[in-house]
């Protein structure tokens, strides 16, 4: 698009230089596309999409009892499909265009209005249609993410109602505060890829799910071990991999902030995956493979709202803080509150993604971050505050909807599968197949 | 005859089958089995929650011989699959009526 423009402007300029500075103010006009930028956002999208299918529906498939895999790799595969709809028909209106400091308009229900040429003025140098796409993944992977939470018990159609619902009752306007204009971004609260808007958001909607549904049938008491963890570590090991797409692909550009977004990443993660395995080693005697993957996942989330603003240094105690933190909150305080978080949706996205929030006002740097983005290190106390306002209107409005969500669904038609059905194994009941 | 059947720790196997055959013995069944004795289970833990597992894994071997050798296996059987630890395993002994080879139908202990 860019070069034929181009090429005319020099065509006309040879033949009358009397017209050129009329076509350089028309060019001006025109946001101006970047192939690097859109050539790296288009990476992005396929590696955030990969992050839930395959990656999350195996780290959270190989999780499960052998008797409900296919229903828990099928959530992740269904919302995918289910929220892509959704996000075209109007969740990315609602999360991304102009509106009020509440929630965005409707100027592109079914992505009316965008042409092959438009340009969203939140990501000016890339299609809107591949930062259409780049969003629609964070908004599959979130709601997917919740699924952790309620894993081995929730009906099939419940899930998808429930998943539908959310998506725009909850995660829209929650990225339309914080991304897509409105208030929360305005209060200057610092989310570079999502530590609000998608972990915290749903590890919050994990637990109250958790907290409505109940426990599984014999939680406590019954063997509940993961069926197969090499699944796990694949799906987690995608996470990883995919998780530059989340973060450096949160730059929107293809330059020094999404280099050093992947570095922090990086760093952070490996941190965070020897912190959980280092305390487990000390506290249970054995260095767990299910615990340095679920470091690794709580490294992630926690570096994800600072990616763009901490320096490496940042980025190595943010991990250490996140692997040791998480497996408290995912062993320690999930037994002493009693609550069945089944795969720990709360236990990493919520706590990981709360201090990886609170962690980005103490951390963030002007020198990384750029214009006036910094925190406590860099002589603005004050961000802690601000990270930790935006943390609870986050979490108040996530566990208010999600739990009158919750409530209609199951005064309508049920949340839960029939004991029977939960302890023959969700995958013949649901879904008629079997894994082997 | 006799049936020897033992049951011990799955990697002994291999030393178990070589001393079975350089002893004369020309087939035996194995399974894999699981169980437990005063050696009881082992604990595994996923982030924090743990589970008993209650039936550890051992091979079962069955063989069927001759009266005359029936010290020599036994002793050979102990000697090999035996680690000196807990959870060694156990071997039983019982009679056996009759044998018969499938394809030639010889009997006794001419069909071992």
Not at chain 1, 56 to 72: E, H
Not at chain 1, 195 to 209: D, K, M, P, Q, R
Not at chain 1, 255 to 280: D, H, N, P, R
Request: glycine share 12%; charged share 15%.
């Amino acid at each position: 698009m860019q070069r034929t423009f181009k090429s005319a402007v020099a065509g006309l300029g040879a033949a009358s230089v009397l017209f050129m500075p009329v076509l350089a103010l028309a060019a001006d006009d025109k946001p101006k596309l970047d192939t690097g930028d859109t050539a790296w956002m288009l990476t992005s999208v396929a590696l955030v999409l990969m992050m839930t299918i395959p990656g999350l529906a195996l780290f959270y498939g190989g999780m499960v009892r052998k008797k409900n895999v296919l229903a828990t790799v099928m959530q992740s595969f269904a919302i995918t499909c289910l929220i892509t709809i959704l996000w075209m028909v109007i969740g990315y209106s609602l999360a991304f265009t102009p509106g009020s400091i509440v929630i965005g308009g409707m100027s592109r229900i079914f992505l009316a209005g965008m042409a092959i040429d438009a340009v969203n003025d939140l990501a000016k140098t890339i299609p809107e249609s591949v930062f259409m796409c780049f969003q629609m993944t964070f908004a599959i992977i979130t709601p997917a993410l919740i699924a952790g939470a309620f894993a081995e018990r929730m009906k099939f159609s419940a899930m998808m109602w429930f998943m539908g619902l959310w998506s725009l009752l909850v995660y829209a306007p929650i990225a339309h505060w914080v991304w897509g204009g409105g208030f929360l971004g305005d209060w200057g609260v610092l989310d570079f890829a999502g530590g609000t808007v998608v972990h915290i958001n749903a590890g919050v909607a994990g637990l109250v799910c958790a907290l409505v549904m109940g426990k599984r049938k014999g939680f406590g008491t019954d063997n509940m071990a993961p069926h197969n963890l090499v699944l796990s570590v694949i799906g987690a090991s995608l996470l990883w991999v995919g998780w530059f797409g989340f973060n450096a692909g949160s730059a929107v550009s293809a330059g020094s902030s999404a280099g050093m977004a992947m570095a922090v990443t990086q760093i952070a993660t490996a941190a965070a995956a020897l912190s959980w395995m280092f305390a487990e080693w000390m506290l249970r005697g054995k260095p767990s493979v299910l615990g340095i993957v679920s470091g690794a996942v709580a490294g992630l989330v926690a570096i994800t709202p600072a990616s763009g603003f901490v320096n490496p240094t940042g980025g190595l105690v943010i991990g250490i803080a996140a692997g040791v933190i998480c497996f408290w909150s995912a062993t320690s305080l999930k037994k002493a509150l009693g609550y069945d978080d089944s795969l720990d949706a709360f236990g990493v996205h919520g706590v990981g993604g709360f201090i990886g929030a609170i962690l980005t006002g103490v951390f963030a740097v002007e020198a990384i971050g750029g214009d006036g983005k910094k925190g406590l290190i860099d002589g603005n106390a004050g961000q802690v505050l601000t990270q930790l306002w935006g943390c609870l209107v986050t979490m108040a409005w996530c566990a208010v909807v999600t739990f009158i969500i919750l409530k209609v669904i199951d005064a309508m038609i049920g949340l839960r599968v029939t004991s029977e059905e939960e302890v023959e194994g969700l995958d013949i009941n649901l879904h008629g197949e079997t894994v082997h | 005859m006799k049936m020897v059947m033992a049951i011990f720790k799955p990697f002994k196997l291999d030393e178990v089958r070589d001393a079975l055959t350089s002893l004369g013995i020309q087939g035996l069944t194995v399974s894999e089995v699981k169980g437990f004795g005063r050696q009881k289970g082992q604990t595994e833990i996923y982030r924090g929650a743990e589970y008993a597992v209650s039936f550890l894994p051992k091979v079962k071997i069955e063989v069927v011989i001759d009266d005359a050798m029936i010290e020599r296996v036994l002793e050979t059987i102990r000697k090999v699959a035996g680690t000196e630890k807990i959870g060694d395993g156990k071997i039983f002994v019982m009679p056996v009526e009759q044998a018969v080879r499938i394809r030639t139908g010889e009997t006794g202990a001419d069909a071992l």
